[in-house]
């Protein structure tokens, strides 16, 4: 299995798109990046935990499920980083490759000690782009090619049908 552990607050500093929304609205960023985080988890079967530093959410720690995406805002005390580095090892096993998305330059050495892989912000954002492109091109052809049929039918006979769903003669 493969899981991806993302460095919240740092990729929404270096995405462009998720940077330009922070400013305006916090909230709308973080739950922006976790719906990008969500298309990723989906497309490529890797398990996502974004992880938030609780600096910017008082309170105590917290976790929930958004999309199948685990969230985690750290403890009051606890940097992101400190977290990561925690998941890191805890999840680490022989059949689990660590990936964790940060431009921490210090965080990505300590996660290679962890035996986790890195991917920078910039990575991830090129990564996620064609992902979407992807996920944009097979909707599009899904769309092209029309509803499923479970029956095989003639084109004239699918043209009666749409008529009468659409309540024409």
């Not at 960023?29 to 008082?58: C, N, P, T, W």
């Not at 490759?97 to 991917?119: N, P």
């Not at 909707?139 to 659409?166: C, D, H, M, Y």
């Amino acid at each position: 299995m493969d899981i991806l552990i993302v460095d919240g607050y740092n990729i929404i500093g270096d995405w462009p798109e998720l940077k330009e929304l922070k400013n305006k609205d916090l909230a709308a960023a973080r739950d922006r990046l976790v719906e990008k985080m969500a298309e990723y988890q989906a497309y490529s079967g890797f398990r996502v935990i974004v992880v938030f530093d609780a600096q910017y959410v008082k309170g105590t720690e917290r976790k929930y499920r958004n999309f199948k995406v685990d969230v985690i805002f750290t403890r009051t005390n606890e940097t992101a980083d400190e977290r990561i580095e925690k998941l890191a090892i805890s999840l680490n096993n022989r059949k689990t490759q660590i990936h964790v998305a940060t431009s921490d330059y210090t965080e990505q050495w300590a996660i290679f000690g962890q035996g986790a892989l890195r991917k920078s912000a910039r990575e991830l954002l090129i990564e996620m782009e064609s992902i979407e492109r992807k996920i944009e091109k097979k909707v599009k052809k899904i769309q092209e090619k029309g509803p499923n049929s479970k029956i095989p039918l003639t084109k004239e006979v699918a043209e009666i049908f749409e008529k009468w769903r659409r309540g024409e003669r």
